[in-house]
């Protein structure tokens, strides 16, 4: 996919959800909170747990590409994606229906190792298979994964609540997955054109991990007002929360964190960007624009208590995962801005970046 | 598609749950029925109901055709066949989360209309659209339903749990969605060519509608040892109730219930079978044939204490649902039997008819 086709497929997507809450109701018996969050809450009469559903499709060609990536890839990622959004709830994941469409040429062997992708993800986080459906598909492989998690009643942490003056937090590091997609595109793939650091950032987009582990703390902490995952990268996934949540959100780009890697990779691509590498990359490489637009790291994005934010930090750094403070949440009347890194505020690029 | 590659189909599916059975494990930490049912069973700690989680795929080409439905009765169709997973195991649908690969150059009507039909399905049982996923697909349309029911804790009715002795039941008719498929294909879809009656039949295959209540009603007599939905038809679907009870079956064909409109599709088109409709039709129209090898009519399959048997037929009859007495269980040792119209036993023909 080009870029461009990337944007226009994440606004159609926004518009359809809207268009979807309209004609399917945004809630009803039983569904505490329905479309338009990473899950949905299903509350029962007389049981102490919430009920979370969530769930992913990926078609061939526009999610995955068998030559970039194994069916073991595919199945690890397209289960991760749906373990993420349980995880942007405050939410344990526990049991998964996965339905696949095979096409007949792709034989066996894509099967199995779709299944032990899937399995692998599946033992990693805790979650049951617990049924799926198979079936024939002729012109492109899809795989869909509906999961279902929990949380105690009440308690799943949704897009909405964060309050001005809250601290906007990410956890891990951002922009390592899109360095990833872009590293496939140039080199088809190929892991013999790869140096050591563009392999690690490739493994970042073929095999996600989720931030379960961080979530359930957030949840736990009480300190966490709003919280989502970030799939579609940051400049697209923010203004997301911050309609949800009625507010606006200023962020610095400095403080955004990147992954050593990323910095290196970043480094050593762009002396030459416009030399010899000119056809090969389509854009140059900065380290803060793959982290504001790129998708598929799967951190969490979160707002929080200003008052509790330090003991969440601890809280989040004791388990051994990085979480950095990015900006603070701010009345909806005062936008979206980004500080970026000559000190300048801007009105928030909604879509990504060019060069400014 | 042709009946060879439907059987291809069929029997590549048994095999791959087979296969994923291996792969990703029947059951495990709070499953309590999985792969291989009609829907999964997850218990929860300190929760008075299980839930019920089961999924569909349907790919353009293999499942729906444009040109034959409308994206409504595609939408429809899509929820009611996961609705009849969750009748099937004697629950109530609650909520389901849909997928959605779109074609770009089928536009917003496409997506409107199926978003219609699944709306109308979804009013019709109960059901909340809790969420989904709608993302692009270039080939072929997908649609994806999850969708989660509920039942007393324990009282979930499974494929395994027949007696030799129990009866065996189905509710409503069986044949007239695989007429209405035939009819469909006769005529590519054009109500012109169609008769009233043929009108009849097509619309049982577009628009089906699960048996939801006579579910819950055999779920709660408590006479029900084992009970699944038709949705491949009942030469294939009673073995698959055989196996997982480990029991075997006979059925006397004529006593295999039939709709009048199907009987009368029957009597009219065959004497001119072999005729100038030679071409037209490629099957002979018996209606015990079409009854016994067609598929999603989704009604319920029944296996029932004989001395509950009365009770059971009186209570569903009751509601105004048809159920009829088909056969017994028998040991598994005397294999599945059929006693054809003309009163000869014949070993069980597994993938539907030829001519004998």
């Known amino acids: 996919l080009s870029r461009k086709d990337e ?41 102490e747990l919430d009920t979370l559903i969530t769930t992913d499709l990926l078609v061939e060609g526009t999610h995955f590409r068998l030559d970039w990536a194994s069916p073991y890839q595919i199945g690890w990622k397209s289960l991760a994606a749906s373990v993420s959004d349980i995880a942007a709830m405050g939410g344990r ?10 096409r007949p040429r792709y034989g066996d062997y894509f099967v199995e190792s779709l299944y032990e992708g899937i399995r692998a993800c599946a033992e990693r986080y805790g979650v049951t298979i617990a049924g799926g ?22 308690r799943a942490v949704l897009r909405k609540g964060a309050r001005p003056g809250d601290v906007l937090l990410v956890t891990s590091t951002c922009g390592d997955s899109a360095a990833g997609l872009h590293i496939l595109g140039a080199t088809d793939g190929n892991r013999k054109n790869m140096t050591p650091v563009m392999r690690d950032l490739a493994a970042r987009h073929l095999k996600p991990e989720p931030s379960v582990e961080a979530g359930l703390a957030a949840a736990a902490s009480g300190a966490v007002t709003a919280m989502m995952d970030l799939s579609d990268g940051l400049a697209r996934d923010l203004p997301r929360l911050a309609k949800r949540s009625v507010v606006g959100a200023v962020v610095r ?23 010899e590498k000119k ?5 140059p490489y900065y380290p803060f624009e793959l982290a504001m637009s790129g998708g598929e790291d799967y951190n969490l994005l979160m707002a929080a208590d200003p008052d509790k934010a330090d003991g969440l930090i601890s809280l989040i750094g004791s388990l051994g995962i990085p979480i950095t403070r ?20 801007h009105s928030w690029p909604e879509t990504g970046f060019s060069h400014f």
């Open 7 to 47: 944007k226009l497929k994440k606004m159609s997507e926004d518009a359809l959800i809207e268009r979807m809450k309209v004609l399917l109701g945004e809630s009803g018996r039983g569904v505490a909170v329905g479309i338009g969050d990473d899950a949905a809450v299903i509350s029962q009469p007389r049981c």
């Open 93 to 102: 994941p526990t049991a998964a229906v996965i339905s696949i469409g095979v």
């Open 133 to 154: 459906d198979t079936v024939l598909s002729e012109k492109a492989a899809v795989i869909n994964v509906a999961l279902t998690g929990t949380v105690a009643r009440g």
């Open 253 to 275: 780009a400095t403080d955004i964190p990147v992954s050593p890697e990323l910095a290196a990779f970043c480094e050593r691509m762009n002396p030459i960007e416009y030399d």
């Open 279 to 283: 056809e090969l990359f389509e854009l």
């Open 326 to 345: 990015i900006g603070e949440i701010v009345p909806q009347s005062d936008g979206l801005t980004l500080i970026t890194p000559d000190g300048e505020p």
